[in-house]
T-cell receptor, first 117, second 116 residues
Framework: AQTVTQSQPEMSVQEAETVTLSCTYDTSESDYYLFWYKQPPSRQMILVIRQEAYKQQNATENRFSVNFQKAAKSFSLKISDSQLGDAAMYFC??????????????FGKGTLLTVNP | KAGVTQTPRYLIKTRGQQVTLSCSPISGHRSVSWYQQTPGQGLQFLFE???????NKGNFPGRFSGRQFSNSRSEMNVSTLELGDSALYLC???????????????FGPGTRLTVL
């Protein structure tokens, strides 16, 4: 079974600074997708960024970028120029590709990010 | 395009009762998945529906069931509620192109169920 581990239960960052959230995963599949979701106090789960495992290029969405290390099974999220609105719980998630666990997301336990003004 | 909607947003029930939660996917999305979120267990997959059929189910007791209608709207039902069923129930939809299921799931705001 696939597992996703987020080793940092809480992180804090100063406004305008950069922060990196860590995520590791375990899988025997070669085809899969990785995601970062953000869940603010409203509890709405919002997609932040998506990475396809077969792509070596790291995904980027504005101030959000990932460092995808497939051999190390690591998928960290970097938030640049942090803003107060970035404060939220961040979840790393895994989804299988063409077979196996391709029907569901497997989530980590989350990292609570605080942004200090 | 409107996002995933879930109703009701909040629900309070007592033990032994049953409850039905509703989810309307993004227009054009035909796959609907349900997740349970609790502080202790985190986010866990409940089931997934496509074309009015349950394709996959997570490790939950038979008290948890669901269905999908021809317009892709989905409902989930929990019978004989237990205190441990108190949770945020999240619905997610994804696009299916022909027979190809796309990888990204988009979530609704959730239904907060409290069982007293």
């Amino acid at each position: 079974a696939q597992t996703v581990t987020q080793s940092q239960p809480e992180m804090s960052v100063q406004e305008a600074e950069t922060v990196t959230l860590s995520c590791t995963y375990d899988t025997s599949e070669s085809d899969y997708y990785l995601f970062w979701y953000k869940q603010p106090p409203s509890r709405q789960m919002i997609l932040v960024i998506r990475q396809e495992a077969y792509k070596q290029q790291n995904a980027t969405e504005n101030r959000f970028s990932v460092n995808f290390q497939k051999a190390a099974k690591s998928f960290s999220l970097k938030i640049s120029d942090s803003q107060l609105g970035d404060a939220a719980m961040y979840f790393c998630a895994y989804k299988g590709g063409s077979g196996g666990s391709n029907y569901k997301l497997t989530f980590g336990k989350g990292t609570l990010l605080t942004v200090n003004p | 395009k409107a996002g995933v909607t879930q109703t009701p947003r909040y629900l309070i029930k007592t033990r032994g009762q049953q409850v039905t939660l509703s989810c309307s996917p993004i227009s054009g999305h035909r796959s609907v998945s349900w997740y349970q979120q609790t502080p202790g267990q985190g986010l866990q997959f409940l089931f997934e529906y496509f074309s009015e059929t349950q394709r996959n189910k997570g490790n939950f007791p038979g008290r948890f069931s669901g269905r999908q209608f021809s317009n892709s709207r989905s409902e989930m039902n929990v019978s004989t509620l237990e205190l441990g069923d108190s949770a945020l129930y999240l619905c997610a939809s994804s696009l299916v192109v022909g027979t190809a299921f796309t990888d990204t799931q988009y979530f609704g705001p959730g239904t907060r169920l409290t069982v007293l």
